[in-house]
């Protein structure tokens, strides 16, 4: 509290400063009790301010920072921690590259960064995944419900339907669809055709694209809205104009509708990103990640490994790894490629 | 967290000070073993109690309704004592619930135990009450079924169930493919396979979608290769070096080899639904299954309730012990087993141990027997056990040379998980019989 304190003594005379100089503005009326008035502003400040505050550092900054403080240790989550071994940053070691230690290094690059690089390169194929698939899909499905026609609010309904599923729910739903005696199976079969050998989820080298597929059934209907709320803010008048100057169906959408909602697509690839880096949920509910770690993604990992196998240490190791990896992207992100939608808010480019 | 630690030792000062005020006029210094004598004298007393006995997918919940009697009838002979029960399922319970109650030192009084491994580190971290002194006489009732509650010679918890796994079998399909006997031998049983499958019966399931399932043959394989000093010295010091831990894992390649499983076996799951291994064994469309005692119930889950239904299921269902394998260091009349038990916190009062010794004293065992349909530890309750091929499992765990505790439990969630990950590689190919001991000895190297 004290380092805010300071900082908002210091910034009253800046905003007085400012208003002197900036010359026409209204003075504050002057006060006989400038005390009083000091302490209602700050008493302000912290009824307002104060119970976002404490949930934040409670809910957010205090779980970081003992995370980044368990990822020091060796510890099992079951001994006290006062009495866990510190170790540096042996257990980042062990997840990037088999540890420091020679002797175990061999047998660590299998046990722990094969896993790990593994369940790393699955949340990014789903972020390219997200934009070679889901992007196009999308956006052809919102060009073409973007249109008046009978039943578009039922339309609209049923795309959306999935994404407000519960992901429990719709894992389970799933599970049921890809069971080895399932629908999923049984299509297949119907139509001559071989499912997976292991099974659609189990199976080591498939278990990836049907993980994928569910994730597209589940998160394109939330792109697609967007898209579609995105594109209701497209004046008609410019596609009505560019259709008398004879531009295609194809040319309109190509030339007007996909650049004027830009920044819809862009923050939603941001949103898309940031959910692949932390996907979690359908991952477990399907499998923890699948028997082979097939679909395992990092945030599986790090539970199976900290909560399931104990290893609380090299777990908050994972798990600190996973937000500077989330907070990096996001702010490359923001600073790149959000820059310019920030920075003109009104421009529709 | 350091701050966070002293709020709840703050908090558990005043509350250990309240009890302390509360206790201080209490005469009865060991909290009374025999039950009801404390009478009316003795102070008010609160024990917390997490168990695992919730309800099943029926709604019914046998295990903590007969629970809640035992409280019940205690509370009713020990009118200072009040029992607050807690029912929680099993994987939150052991995984999440009790090591979180644990390090805040806010535990519950009594808590399910699975001993083995995770117990021991509950043991050398300070958490768990030394059963040794007190409950000395109920330990040498129960006999040989408390040694995985033990570490070295003191004891951390109590077990009410203990038994043996073996397979589980649908004694018409033995017929239809003309199987006359119950294996005995890993030959007689890869001779059962094979007429199962001439009969287009699918001869064995396997739950391995869930990992642990799978992992049982392993174990089975282990028990036979290794002797019993090498698997219980494994459980101390971590060392896989020993040559039998790789013979487990060449044997289970080569038993799946002869494709004795149903088709994606790494897609079933063991218990849930009409298509997981246990379903198929209810079904009859699957033969056998390696399983615990458990599975008793578990089957009969999958009959529409009525009690022909469930008659017709339990006539055709029957069980052998796991067949001994050729050669090895271990004995063949040994078996994989495990079960439940309490420990108290150490912290807990005194009523405590003597509630446990209650919940393990011979009558309850017999009505756990009665009540649940679950298998006592008490050698004095066994004869309350109805059914006959539990009555078999009963058997075969009080003859068995020795039971060997699951060894999932007895390496602990981290060495044990890691084994039990290596193996599930070997059933769904992405890993062999030296993945296992090298996924053992890297996850032992970070204990």
Partial sequence: ?349 | MANMRRVTAGVAIAASMALLAACSSNEEPEGGATSGATGGAAEPVTLTWWHNGVAGDSGENSMGDYWDKVAADYMAANPNVTIEIEQIQNEDLQRTRIPTALQSGDAPDLFQQWGGGEMAAQAEAGYLMDLSDVLADDIERLGGGVAPWQVGEVTYGLPYQFAVEGIWYRKSLFEQAGITAEPTTMDELADAVDKLKAADITPIAVGAADGWPAAHWWYNFALRSCSQDVVAAAGTTLDFSDPCWLDAGTQLEEFIATKPFQDQFMSTVAQVGATSSAGMVANGTAAMELMGQWNYFVYQGFTDGSDEANQALLDDLDWFPMPATDGGAGDPSAAMGGGDGFSCYVDAPAECADFLAYIVSDDVQRGYAEAVGGLPVAPAAADAIASPVLQEIAQTTSSAAYVQLWMDTLLGPNVGGAMNDGIVNIFNGTGDAQGVVNAMIAAAATA
């Fill in chain 1, 1 to 349: 509290m004290t380092a805010l304190e300071a900082s908002g003594r210091s910034t009253v005379p800046a905003v007085d400063a400012q208003a002197s100089a900036a010359g026409p503005r209204p003075v504050t009326p002057a006060t006989d009790h400038p005390r009083r008035d000091t302490v209602r502003k700050w008493a302000e400040i912290a009824l307002f301010v104060g119970p976002a505050l404490v949930l934040f550092l409670t809910f957010v900054v205090y779980p970081v920072v003992s995370a980044a403080r368990f990822s020091l240790y060796k510890w099992n989550g079951v001994s006290q921690f006062s009495d866990a071994e510190f170790i540096g940053f042996e257990n980042y070691a062990r997840a990037l590259f088999g540890g420091t230690d020679p002797a175990t290094q061999e047998a660590f690059v299998t046990a722990y960064s094969e896993p790990f690089w593994q369940a790393l390169s699955h949340n990014f194929a789903i972020i390219f995944l997200s934009m070679a698939v889901q992007l196009p899909i999308a956006l052809l499905v919102a060009l073409t419900l973007n249109r008046k026609f009978r039943g578009r609010a039922f339309t609209r309904v049923v795309i959306f339907a999935p994404y407000v599923l519960s992901e429990v729910i719709a894992g389970i739903m799933w599970l049921i669809i890809f069971d080895p005696n399932g629908i999923a199976t049984e299509f297949m079969q119907s139509i001559g055709l071989d499912s997976p050998a292991g099974g659609w989820l189990e199976d080591p080298t498939w278990g990836f694209w049907t993980v994928f597929f569910i994730i597209t059934w589940k998160y394109v209907g939330l792109a697609i809205i967007l898209f579609l709320a995105g594109l209701s803010g497209v004046s008609e008048d410019l596609q009505e104009a560019a259709a008398i100057d004879g531009a295609s169906w194809w040319q309109i959408q190509w030339r007007i509708n996909i650049p004027l909602i830009g920044p819809t697509i862009r923050i939603w690839a941001f949103l898309s990103i940031i959910g692949s880096i932390q996907l979690f949920d359908m991952v477990w509910v399907l499998n923890r990640g699948g028997t082979a770690g097939q679909y395992s993604t990092i945030a599986s990992y790090m539970m199976e490994i900290g909560f399931f196998r104990a290893d609380w240490g090299y777990g908050s190791a994972i798990a600190v790894i996973m937000f500077i990896l989330s907070f990096v992207i996001a702010l490359a992100y923001m600073a790149t490629i959000l820059r310019r939608d920030n920075a003109h808010p009104r421009k529709a480019r």
